[in-house]
């Protein structure tokens, strides 16, 4: 049973993925403005509801006190609000939320999450506890930190969030005698597609190019084509230097060199593998194996085709 604050901000994180793509570079953040009930376990009144839709525009907290009715002006200084992520404290392309929370008077903020953001980390909090607001931290604190992953990532680590990806028949190959076939089916490839248009790049090395000669695009969905990498010993992957161009998400395909070489140095954060539980193949190249220290988020079927999505339980990172 969900108590009054993780409700609300179940619902900050409903709001906050409608920004999934034209968020980023920043994170998908939501906000929920509730005039709470004066009877003990009544139900609150929403007064305004935003997400951040796109980078450059207005935040969430923003949004969200644009969309409370005139009428409803009065509520605020009684109201609470909730936001998935820390108000941003600093000047960026837009003025720092938690100056315009405070100048509305609300009596009450509860946060998901802290933003580890460097020009943030607790000062958005600090300000509005200064103010004298009641500030709550910490509810739904997993799931609004899983939300923004990449973001956190990316912030904390100085890299990408990795995806380690592959598709192996029900023996364990990722080809047939050594040379490519199809594993996947129509539905898992448009599957892969969508992913691809949500991350910022793919990798593969440079035997997979050679020999499977992949497009690495956006066919089968709708969406912008992931930035293409191709690897090998000559042209070392560089994740400083993905970082400094913002990419904040890099799927690796693979061949299997490649795929363990990131395995074996802790490069990832998430794995994906694609079984065909009804192909197998007599020879060829083995997958690669799963690290022991992962946690498996989900496993779905589509007809023979299993997907399993894993994470690394307590990260760590070879450049740290």
Avoid at 37 to 44: A, I, P, T, V, W
Avoid at 144 to 160: E, G, I, M, V
Wanted: net charge neutral; proline share 5%.
């Amino acid at each position: 049973m969900m108590t009054e604050d993780e409700r609300y901000m179940h619902r900050c994180l409903q709001l906050a993925r409608n920004g999934w793509l034209n968020a980023k570079p920043n994170p998908m953040v939501g906000a929920v403005i509730v005039l709470p009930s004066k009877q003990e376990g009544g139900e609150g009144r929403i007064l305004g509801e935003g997400y951040h839709v796109r980078c450059g525009q207005g935040h969430a907290e923003v949004n969200a006190f644009a969309s409370v009715r005139s009428e409803n002006e009065r509520f605020l200084r009684e109201a609470t609000i909730y936001v998935s992520l820390e108000p941003c404290s600093h000047y960026g392309k837009t003025p720092p939320c938690a100056d315009l929370i405070v100048s509305k008077g609300v009596r009450r903020v509860v946060v998901g999450c802290i933003d580890e953001f460097a020009e943030v980390q607790g000062r958005g909090i600090r300000k509005l506890r200064d103010a004298g607001i009641d500030v709550t931290v910490g509810v739904l604190e997993e799931e609004c930190k899983a939300l923004n992953r990449r973001f956190f990532t990316f912030h904390s680590l100085h890299r990408p969030y990795i995806i380690l990806k592959w598709a192996q028949t029900a023996n364990g190959l990722i080809d047939d005698h050594y040379q490519p076939t199809q594993i996947s089916s129509d539905f898992t490839k448009m599957l892969s597609h969508k992913l691809r248009a949500e991350e910022d790049a793919i990798l593969v090395g440079r035997i997979t190019d050679e020999r499977d000669r992949p497009q690495l695009n956006v066919r089968e969905w709708i969406g912008p084509d992931p930035k293409r990498l191709v690897i090998d010993h000559a042209y070392p992957l560089n994740l400083e230097s993905l970082h400094a161009h913002g990419i904040q998400s890099l799927i690796v395909e693979g061949g299997a060199k490649t795929l363990r070489s990131f395995i074996e140095q802790g490069l990832w954060d998430e794995i994906r593998v694609e079984t065909n539980l009804n192909k197998t193949a007599p020879d060829g190249t083995r997958a690669p194996q799963v690290p022991a220290n992962v946690k498996v988020l989900s496993v779905k079927q589509y007809g023979g085709h299993q997907l399993m999505v894993l994470e690394k339980v307590s990260p760590t990172d070879s450049l740290n």
